[in-house]
Structure formats: C-alpha cells, structure tokens
C-alpha cells in the first residue's frame, strides 16, 4: 500500500502549499481528498478513497474497505467505504455515522473493529463470501462466534438482510468447530456441503500407535476413514513434504487420501465434489483402520 498523507502532515515536514500543488501537478503525489493526498502519479483507488474519506471526516475506514486492511477472505471494495463520527457535521455519500469505541489502528489506518467489520459485511455479501470471511476473521482472531451472536438482536432492528446472512451461516457451521486456516480449506468445506457429503471435521490431529503426533490435517472424516489434502500456492520443497506427509498419516491410520489443489475447487468445483463423492463411497466400501483414535486440535 502506498503511503497516503494530509497537507497537514506534509507542511509540519516543511512542504509549503506551493510545492504541495507542485508535487500533485507533476506527477509526484496525487490528490486523494480534499488535503490527503497519496504518493505516485496513479489515480487513487477505491481503497485509498476510503482511507481518505476517514482521514478527512475523523471517521474510520469500515466494511469491505476495513476488510482489506484485516485481510479478510473474499472483500471485494466497490465504493469508498468510511464512517462519520455521530457528532460531525461533514455528511458524505454511503458514509456511516459511527463513533468508535474502542478505537482500532491497522497499518496506521483508523478502522472499525474486527466484530463491527463482520457484522457490516454481512449486508454486503452473500452467504458463500461472508462465510469465507468469516473463518479468516476468526482465524485471525478479530472476533468470535460468541460476540457475533450477542451483537444479533441489536442489529436485527436495522439491518434485515445481514442478520439473515448471518443467521443462515452460523446455523450452518458446527458448534465446536475451529476456523479454517486458508481460504482453500473454507472452500473445500462449502463444497463437501454443497454435495451433501458428511461434515468433515477440522485440523485433525493424527498420532501413531505409540500415541506420538505424526501430522495434522486440514479435513478429515475420521469415521469413514479419509483426509484431504489441500494443494494451494507451493513453495521450494512443498510438494516433497506435503507426499512425505501423507505417508505419514496413511501409514499411521490406514486411511483414504484425497488431494485436491486450488484450481480444481476453484475453477472446476463440480469435478471437484464428484471425486470427493467418489472417495468417500471407496472408504465406505473398505474396512477402517481402528488402531488409535486421530483427536481434534
């Protein structure tokens, strides 16, 4: 992200107004907001708007715009998105009143919180996207399940349609269950779903016979006896440890693997959970290895 500054900030480094004009004439820096301003000659983006328009009004950078700067799963910015603080008198287009508390810094950005960028997003999203969210959310820990169900009621008088995403999501998720920890996992999950496959259970911890830890995997159906293995982006040596891996947890448990990349969920979903069907029947049709018990981590 590119620095963004106001004038204010550039004249206590000694620019004067003169050589501010200069700077933004030239290419050097680019008019953002009124005295906010962005280095480079590029136009200003949706996201630097947002930033912009909080840096103006007092506010807070909010929705899918605080999404990005939380590295959410699945934001997509399509206006510029800030709050107003409730006792200004700058009114702005799709600006939120809002007074914050407590106040949240990101990257030096004033932002809403964690808990109050979910709920926000729920009116913007579908379902599939605020679940991805979601998970990311609360994998990075900006909120839990437990603080978005007590912020429900309070919303349910203003904002209709975010609580019923929220509420369909949530009945959907497991009680007890971790958040995924990619946005390849989130989506092999809404597939499993999508097919009507059993709910598999997350970040399973896979011990040997003498009870020593031999791996974790990202899914699993312990019953059926099978795992996925998830192939995102690899790095130097990826694909020679996640095989080593899976030799490992197959020789410990006598389990069906099923690999699935980033492409194939991504782009080609329907193959994707025909295979994952097809595995899941293999292992039904196979007797399970019993000889330890894999725990949840």
Request: hydrophobic share 45%; glycine share 6%; aromatic share 6%.
């Given at each position: 992200?590119?620095r963004i ?5 550039a004249?206590?480094?000694g620019?004067?107004p ?14 953002v ?5 962005a280095?480079g ?6 996201f ?10 007092g ?7 605080a999404?990005v700067?939380?590295?959410l ?6 206006r510029p998105?800030?709050?107003?603080p409730?006792a200004?008198?700058n009114s702005r287009?799709r600006a939120?009143?809002?007074?914050l508390?407590?106040?949240?810094i990101?990257d ?15 009116a ?6 605020w679940e991805?969210?979601l998970?990311s959310?609360l994998?990075r820990?900006?909120t ?5 169900e ?8 203003s904002r209709?349609?975010?609580v019923?995403?929220?509420?369909r999501?949530?009945a959907?998720r497991?009680a007890e269950a ?5 946005l390849l996992?989130?989506l092999m999950v809404?597939l499993a ?5 059993p709910?598999p259970?997350?970040?399973v911890e896979?011990?040997?016979?003498f ?5 974790r ?5 312990p019953e059926?006896?099978v ?10 040596g990826?694909?020679?440890y ?7 947890v197959?020789?410990?448990t ?13 782009r ?11 595995v899941?029947?293999?292992?039904v049709r196979r007797p ?5 018990a894999?725990?949840?981590?």
């Amino acid at each position: 992200m590119r620095r963004i500054f106001t004038a204010d900030e550039a004249f206590a480094k000694g620019v004067t107004p003169d050589a501010l004009r200069w700077g933004a004439r030239t290419g050097k820096w680019v008019r953002v907001d009124r005295k906010v301003y962005a280095e480079g000659p590029d136009p200003p983006t949706l996201f630097e708007r947002s930033i912009a328009g909080a840096l103006v009004t007092g506010g807070a950078v909010r929705s899918q715009a605080a999404g990005v700067l939380y590295g959410l799963d699945s934001v997509r910015i399509v206006r510029p998105e800030f709050t107003v603080p409730s006792a200004s008198s700058n009114s702005r287009d799709r600006a939120r009143r809002r007074d914050l508390k407590p106040e949240v810094i990101v990257d030096g950005v004033r932002v809403t919180s964690g808990l109050q960028t979910m709920l926000d997003l729920a009116a913007d999203m579908n379902e599939l996207q605020w679940e991805q969210a979601l998970e990311s959310a609360l994998f990075r820990n900006l909120t839990t399940i437990e603080a978005i169900e007590a912020a429900l009621p309070a919303m349910s008088r203003s904002r209709t349609k975010g609580v019923l995403v929220i509420r369909r999501v949530l009945a959907l998720r497991p009680a007890e269950a971790r958040p995924t920890e990619s946005l390849l996992e989130t989506l092999m999950v809404q597939l499993a779903r999508q097919f009507n496959a059993p709910v598999p259970i997350r970040q399973v911890e896979v011990h040997d016979e003498f009870g020593q830890f031999v791996a974790r995997v990202d899914l699993a159906w312990p019953e059926l006896g099978v795992f996925i293995e998830l192939d995102g982006q690899h790095h130097a040596g990826q694909p020679v440890y996640d095989a080593n891996r899976e030799t490992r947890v197959v020789a410990a448990t006598g389990w069906l693997c099923g690999r699935f990349s980033w492409d194939e969920v991504n782009r080609t979903p329907n193959d994707a959970g025909r295979r994952l069907l097809r595995v899941l029947a293999q292992a039904v049709r196979r007797p399970v290895v019993t000889s330890q018990a894999p725990e949840s981590a």
